[in-house]
Every structure is written in C-alpha cells, then in structure tokens.
C-alpha cells in the first residue's frame, strides 16, 4: 500500500510544477510587453501586461503582480493616459510597501513623479515638488543597489523637474538652469562610466529642451548631429527622433531650408522604422505562436505521463492489495489445514486407546487426581498419555483445564465449595463416606455434614439423587 501513498506527493509535485510555470509564463508575458513598448506597439504590450497581472493576482504571487502594475504604468505614460497611470503606479506601491519590495517601489515612485511632471500646463497646476519628492525617494532607494539604467533615469527625471520649474519665469532662474544641467551632467557621466547603452537616445529629449531653454539652439544641433553621427545605420527610430529634433531647432533658428531638409530626413527615418516595425512584429507574432503552440504541447504532454503515472501506480496498488489478501488467505488455510490435521490426529490417537484398558485406567486415574494437581502437571500428564507429543497433549490439556474451569463455574452458581466438589466427584467414584474420609484425611461424621449440605443445595434427597443432578450439571 505504500505506493498508493505517493498518489498524493505526486499529485503536489504536479501542483508546484503548476506554479513554477505560472511564474515563468508571468515573467515571459511581462518581457514580451516590455519588448512591444520598445517598439511604440503599445496595445500589445498592453495586452501582455494585462495578462501578467491577471495570472499573477491568481496565483497569490505579489511580486509579480506589482512589475506588472509598473508596466502598466509605463504603458499608460506613454500614451498619455496619466490617470490610468496613476492608479495602477499606487497600487504598484502598496504592495511594494507591504512585502519591502525595493525595485517594484522604486519604480512606482518614478512613474507617481513622471504623472505630477507632467500635469501641470499652468503655474497653477504645476506639481513639481511632488514630483521631485517622489524621483528623490526613489533615488535614496536606487542608490542602495539598484540598476544603473535606473539611477541614469532618475537623474535626467531630477533634470526635468528644474526643467519644468522654469518653464513659466521670463527670464529664466539661472539657479533652477544650472540645477537642471548639474542633474543632467551627473546621469550622463553615471551612464558613459558604467557602459550604458543607448545613453544618447535616452538624454537627447532632455538635453535639447534644456539647451532650448537656455538659447543654446547651436549647441543642441549639434548635439543631435553627434546622435546622428553614432547612431546605427538600421537604428530608424533614434534616427528619426534626433531628425524630429533638428527640424524643431532649425525652425526655431527661421532657417526654413535646413528644417526642411531634416524634415525630408525625419520621413525618410519614419518610413523606415514603420517598415521595420512591421516586418519586426510580423516575425515576432510567427515567433510567438510558434512558441505558445510548442508550450501548449509540452502541458498537455506533461498531463498524459502525469495521468499515465497515476493510472500504473493504482493498478501497481490493486495488484500489490490483491496479492496481500491472497498471501493472507493462503496463510488462514494453511493455519486451518495444520489446526484440523492436529485435531484429526487426536482423534485418531482417542479412537485407537479407548480399546485399550491401560489407556482408559491411566485416563481414570488422572481424572481422579486432577483438583490436586497444577496446569503443568496436567500437562505433563497428558502428553505422557499422549505418547510424548507435546501438541496433542497441549490440546487435552487445554480442554481438561476448560472443562475444570466449567465445572467450577457450575458448583459456584449454587454454592458449592472445593472440599464439596471433590466429595461429589469420589462419590461418584462409588466411594463410601468411610472411604472418602480415608482419602480426605477427615472424620466420617464431617463427609456427612458436607454431603447434607450438599443435598441442601443442590435440592436433592439422596446420594443416588446427587449423583444425577452432579452429572447433568457437568459437575463430574
């Protein structure tokens, strides 16, 4: 029965390759709608995010479903849906709170700063230190171990904030400008010495609109012709956006024919990248099915062995059970066979001696002696008669014992003492009271009391009358 045992472990291994792969399908989808907001397929990635979250929120594993309320969060930031955004941001930050998860907070925290960042449209609505609060917090945290991509990001977010706080002043703070540009420094620096790549891409928004705001209009197209000097050939989308740049600062400059030609190159880039991005999520939905339908297999597989497993080791268990109980079976007839040999024998050893005359006076003789003599000389004394096997003699020995221990039962439901019992069975052995008061060591006139007493309580008149009653009652 052991095997039917392990039906349950198997059953729970099942379980946790279940939740193993629950974790690695969550991982796979939150990667998968990383890669699509890479690429601006945003209701992709959406989808993706959506599906982390759900799966994740099922199985009770938090930590997930909080990296999926953050890329939620992106997504709804980048396509301008701050309210969304900010919901599933602080519901990112809860759990990150609950269970002390550092990267999950950290980046809640950006994306609460990067929604404050860009509320405001008048000085009024401007929320600025909040969003400031909110990067520095997530700095403190970040700087204790986290991801230099990361540190890089909230350095330019810090630059923004002393951005966007003089959006509004004519002139410009130069306090709030040389913040601005400090925090900007310090992310590229962070980034250029730890090998960060795409650095420029990443600053170039910034970096333009501060030059912008500082009148440094030369210095910013310069900046994108650098971009544009190391950008990759095939890298359309950073191409496109340093062009976009470069048209917005030749426009700014009333250098028509320059915005234009960069207008030409921003199209070119543009068409492209679209081009690109087709052919990129064309393959990367061939991929992708390929995949789910190659995983769809493998579960379903998994499922048959694991039946499969279940299926052999009941029918190993009914086999094993049925082979028990036959074994069991076979035991009890061969104990049952022994049992009625044994007594076939003492049959036949009865059958044999009650012919013979010395058998039948030892058996006598013995029967005589049996209330002075102990179970082991009982014992002894029918293996003796049943010519020295032990067996035998145990078996009328335990039925002598069974029949004295009758009797006595019998002589006790109407009184009758030891002395008196043994005075019925002499009598019955056709003693006269002088005789059984030879044998007794005791006067004839005690016999007498005794057999009076007797005749009392066995309700009978005589000694011929006892004799009867004594044998019906089993007494002899």
Same mark, same amino acid.
């Given at each position: ?7 349950p ?11 193993a %792969?629950?974790?690695e399908r ?9 890669r699509y907001?890479k690429v ?6 959406t989808?993706?995010?959506l599906?982390?979250?759900?799966l994740?929120?099922? @199985? ?7 990296e999926?309320l953050?890329?939620?969060?992106d997504? %709804?930031?980048?396509? !301008?849906r701050?309210e969304?955004a !900010?919901?599933?941001a602080?519901?990112?930050?809860k759990?990150a709170?609950?269970l ?6 950290t980046?809640?925290?950006i994306?609460?700063?990067? +929604? ?5 449209i008048t000085?009024?609505?401007a929320?600025?230190?909040? #969003? ?7 700095r ?7 991801e ?6 909230i350095?330019?977010d810090?630059?923004?904030v ?10 410009i703070?130069?306090e709030?400008y040389?913040?601005a540009?400090d925090y ?7 980034? *250029?010495r730890? /090998? ?5 891409a990443? +600053?170039?928004p910034i ?7 500082g ?8 900046c ?9 050939e095939?890298?359309?989308?950073q191409q496109?956006q340093?062009?976009?740049?470069l048209?917005?600062?030749h426009a700014?400059?009333?250098?028509a024919?320059?915005? #234009?030609a ?7 880039a543009?068409?492209?990248?679209m ?9 990367e939905m ?5 995949s ?5 297999i493998?579960?379903q597989r998994?499922?048959?062995i694991?039946?499969?497993? +279940?299926a052999?080791l009941?029918?190993?268990?009914l086999v094993?059970e049925? +082979? ?5 079976i *076979?035991?009890?007839n ?6 009625? #040999?044994?007594?076939?024998?003492l049959? /036949? ?6 012919a013979?005359?010395?058998f039948n @006076?030892?058996v006598?003789e013995m ?12 014992r002894a004394?029918?293996?003796t008669?049943? @010519?020295?096997?032990d067996?035998l003699g /145990?078996e009328v ?13 019998a /002589?006790?439901?109407?009184g009758?003492?030891a ?5 019925i069975?002499?009598?019955? %052995?056709?003693?006269a009271?002088?005789d ?11 016999v007498?009391?005794?057999? @009076?007493?007797?005749?009392?309580k ?10 009867r ?5 089993g007494l002899?």
């Amino acid at each position: 029965m052991r095997l039917l045992r392990l039906i349950p472990l198997l059953v729970l291994a099942a379980c946790a390759s279940r939740g193993a %792969d629950t974790d690695e399908r969550c991982r796979q989808l939150l990667d998968d709608s990383r890669r699509y907001s890479k690429v601006q397929e945003y209701e992709l990635a959406t989808d993706c995010a959506l599906q982390a979250r759900e799966l994740a929120a099922a @199985q009770g594993l938090r930590e997930l479903e909080g990296e999926a309320l953050c890329q939620l969060s992106d997504i %709804d930031l980048m396509t !301008w849906r701050d309210e969304q955004a !900010w919901g599933n941001a602080c519901e990112a930050e809860k759990i990150a709170r609950e269970l002390d998860l550092e990267n999950v907070l950290t980046g809640a925290l950006i994306n609460k700063g990067k +929604v404050c960042l860009f509320s405001g449209i008048t000085p009024e609505d401007a929320r600025d230190d909040e #969003a400031l609060a909110f990067f520095q917090e997530a700095r403190a945290i970040a700087d204790r171990g986290g991801e230099l991509a990361t540190r890089v990001n909230i350095l330019c977010d810090i630059s923004q904030v002393f951005i966007n706080k003089n959006r509004f002043n004519n002139p410009i703070d130069p306090e709030l400008y040389r913040q601005a540009g400090d925090y900007l420094a310090r992310g590229e620096d962070l980034g *250029r010495r730890g /090998g960060m790549l795409g650095l420029d891409a990443k +600053v170039l928004p910034i970096k333009i609109r501060y030059l912008r705001q500082g009148g440094r209009i030369d210095e910013a197209i310069e900046c994108c012709n650098n971009v544009l000097s190391i950008t990759p050939e095939k890298d359309y989308l950073q191409q496109e956006q340093a062009y976009y740049q470069l048209v917005m600062l030749h426009a700014a400059k009333n250098d028509a024919k320059q915005a #234009a030609a960069a207008h030409q190159q921003y199209v070119y880039a543009n068409e492209h990248y679209m081009k690109q991005k087709a052919d990129n999520l064309l393959q990367e939905m061939e991929t992708r099915y390929k995949s789910e339908a190659q995983q769809r297999i493998i579960a379903q597989r998994r499922i048959q062995i694991i039946l499969l497993l +279940v299926a052999v080791l009941l029918l190993a268990g009914l086999v094993l059970e049925t +082979v028990l109980k036959n074994r069991q079976i *076979r035991r009890q007839n061969a104990a049952l066979s022994e049992s009625n #040999a044994n007594k076939d024998k003492l049959l /036949g050893f009865i059958s044999r001696d009650l012919a013979n005359p010395d058998f039948n @006076q030892d058996v006598q003789e013995m029967a005589k002696s049996l209330a002075s003599m102990s179970e082991d000389e009982i014992r002894a004394r029918c293996t003796t008669l049943m @010519q020295g096997s032990d067996e035998l003699g /145990g078996e009328v020995a335990n039925y002598i014992g069974k029949l004295m221990e009758e009797r006595k039962k019998a /002589g006790a439901k109407i009184g009758l003492t030891a002395r008196e019992l043994e005075i019925i069975r002499l009598s019955c %052995d056709g003693l006269a009271p002088a005789d059984i008061a030879e044998k007794l060591h005791i006067s004839v006139h005690t016999v007498n009391n005794h057999k @009076q007493n007797i005749y009392a309580k066995m309700g009978v008149g005589s000694n011929a009358e006892m004799l009867r009653a004594a044998s019906s009652l089993g007494l002899v």
